[in-house]
C-alpha cells in the first residue's frame, strides 16, 4: 500500500491490497493443517526457499497476512508470529544466543520474562540487569562477549521508561543485537526502528489484538542489522540479504524446533483487533491520563506511577518518544491503612484480572499476584511495595473508572 497513507488506514486495507481470494476485506482462516503440490519440484522448491506454505506448524496464510500487518505497524522488513509474546521472546533468546554470551537486560522487566531470563542462565547465557533508564548503567555492564541488549520501552508495573534511543545508538556503535519489546507502548505510540532496535518484539494478546480473546506474539526485524558478522546464524539460513538472516533463524528454529505456532484462528481475531488499535490506544491513554491525575491528589493514594505526571522520573522522555500519550498502564500504591483486598473487592467497573490492554479496565494486586514468586528481596529491586496495584486502564467512560475508584476508597 503506498506509503502516503496513515496508520490506521494502511492496517484496514492491508488485507484487500494483497489480492485476499473472493474479493474479501480480511484473510479468510485457513484451518488445514498441511499444503498439497500441483507437482513435486514445486514441493521441494518450497522446501529450498521459495516463498509457499507447507505445514502450519511454520505458518499459515492467515498468519503470513498478519505478520504483513505487523510489519506494516513497525515500519520493518519483515514479522514471524507465534502462539504467545512469551514464545516470541523465547525463540529469540534461544536461537541467537548461545552458552558463553552475555546479555544485557533492563532490571525493570516483566515477570515472566524475568523467569525466561533465568532459564537462559542456567543454560549457561551470562545474564547482567542493569537501570535501562540510565545509558551509562547500560555501557558499563558492557564485555567483549556482550552480544546482545533488551529492554521494555515501559516497564511493567513500576513504568520506568527505559532511555531506547541512547542504548539504540550505543549498541549500533558496539554492533550489538538491540532487542525492544514493544507491547506496552504499541507501534501507534513507538516504533522500534525510530530508536535503532535490531529486533521489535509485540504480545499481540495485549493492545494490538486489544479484546483479550486470543494469545499471539510477533517478531519484526526492522532491517537495521546486519547479521553477516554474526557467528550464531547457521549456515542454511546465511542466504539472501544479512539483514533478513535473524529473524530467518527465530523462524525456522521457533517454529520447526520449538513448535511456537500461532493458530490461524486467532491471527484471524488478533488481526481484525489490529483494526482500531489507534483509536483504542488514544481512548486508553487519555483515560489513563485523567485517572492517574484523579488519583495523585487523593490522601490514601500514596503514590501515583505513571509516566504522563509532570513528577515522573521520565516524564519529558516519555512524552519525546511516545507522542505526548503516556501509556495505559499504571502503578498505584495506597496507603498502609488502606486493606488492598478489602478495596479491590469494593470495585466495579475495574475487572480483577491478569492482563494488560484489553478495552475493560483491569486491576491486580501485584506483589501478591504476577510478582509472588520473585521473593520480596527481588520486588524490592523492582520497587514493587506490598500495597501496590497495577492498572490497565481500557476505553470505558472516563468520568466511570474515575468514579469507580474514588468510592472504593472512601
Not at 2 to 9: I, L, M, P, Q, R
Not at 156 to 183: F, H, M, R, S
Not at 214 to 243: F, N, Q
Amino acid at each position: 500500500m503506498a506509503d502516503k497513507n496513515g496508520f490506521t488506514t494502511t492496517i484496514l486495507h492491508s488485507d484487500r491490497r494483497s489480492q485476499v481470494e473472493h474479493g474479501a476485506v480480511h484473510k479468510p482462516i485457513h484451518p488445514s493443517s498441511q499444503y498439497a503440490f500441483s507437482s513435486s519440484r514445486e514441493l521441494a522448491a518450497v522446501f529450498q526457499g521459495k516463498s509457499g506454505f507447507t505445514y502450519a506448524r511454520q505458518g499459515t496464510p492467515t498468519t503470513a497476512a498478519l505478520e504483513a500487518k505487523i510489519t506494516r505497524m513497525e515500519g520493518g522488513q519483515a514479522s514471524v508470529s507465534f502462539a504467545t509474546g512469551m514464545a516470541a521472546l523465547t525463540a529469540t533468546f534461544f536461537t541467537l544466543l548461545r552458552a558463553g554470551d552475555h546479555l544485557i537486560t533492563s532490571q525493570y522487566i516483566f515477570g515472566n520474562t524475568n523467569s525466561l531470563l533465568g532459564t537462559l542462565a542456567g543454560l549457561g547465557v551470562e545474564v547482567t540487569l542493569v537501570d535501562a533508564t540510565d545509558i551509562d548503567a547500560v555501557r558499563r555492564a558492557w564485555r567483549p562477549e556482550t552480544r546482545m541488549v533488551f529492554t521494555e520501552t515501559i516497564a511493567n508495573p513500576g513504568t520506568q521508561v527505559a532511555d531506547i534511543a541512547a542504548i539504540g545508538q550505543w549498541c549500533k556503535e558496539k554492533n550489538l543485537v538491540y532487542v525492544v519489546d514493544n507491547t506496552l507502548t504499541t507501534p501507534w505510540l513507538c516504533r522500534g526502528i525510530d530508536v535503532g532496535a535490531s529486533l521489535v518484539v509485540n504480545s499481540l494478546s495485549k493492545h494490538i489484538g486489544g479484546h483479550a480473546n486470543a494469545l499471539g506474539g510477533t517478531v519484526t526485524s526492522t532491517g537495521l542489522y546486519d547479521w553477516s558478522g554474526y557467528d550464531t546464524i547457521a549456515e542454511p539460513y546465511r542466504k539472501g540479504d544479512p539483514a533478513g538472516w535473524g529473524l530467518l533463524q527465530i523462524k525456522k528454529k521457533g517454529l520447526r524446533d520449538m513448535g511456537g505456532t500461532l493458530s490461524a484462528d486467532a491471527a484471524h481475531r488478533i488481526a481484525i483487533g489490529a483494526e482500531t488499535l489507534a483509536l483504542r490506544m488514544d481512548k486508553c491513554c487519555a483515560n489513563a491520563l485523567a485517572l492517574a491525575q484523579a488519583l495523585q491528589a487523593h490522601p490514601k493514594v500514596a503514590r501515583v506511577h505513571y509516566p504522563g505526571l509532570p513528577g515522573h522520573p521520565q516524564h519529558e522522555r516519555a512524552g519525546q518518544l511516545f507522542g505526548g500519550r503516556y501509556g495505559a498502564l499504571m502503578g498505584v500504591e495506597l496507603v498502609d491503612e488502606l486493606d488492598v483486598f478489602e478495596f479491590l473487592d469494593r470495585l466495579r467497573v475495574f475487572a480483577l484480572a491478569t492482563h494488560l490492554g484489553d478495552t475493560r479496565s483491569l486491576v491486580l494486586p501485584v506483589a501478591h499476584t504476577i510478582y509472588y514468586e520473585m521473593g520480596a528481596e527481588r520486588r524490592a529491586l523492582m520497587g514493587i511495595s506490598d500495597n501496590q496495584l497495577r492498572l490497565s486502564i481500557g476505553i470505558e467512560d472516563t468520568q466511570d473508572i474515575i468514579d469507580d475508584m474514588l468510592l472504593a476508597m472512601e
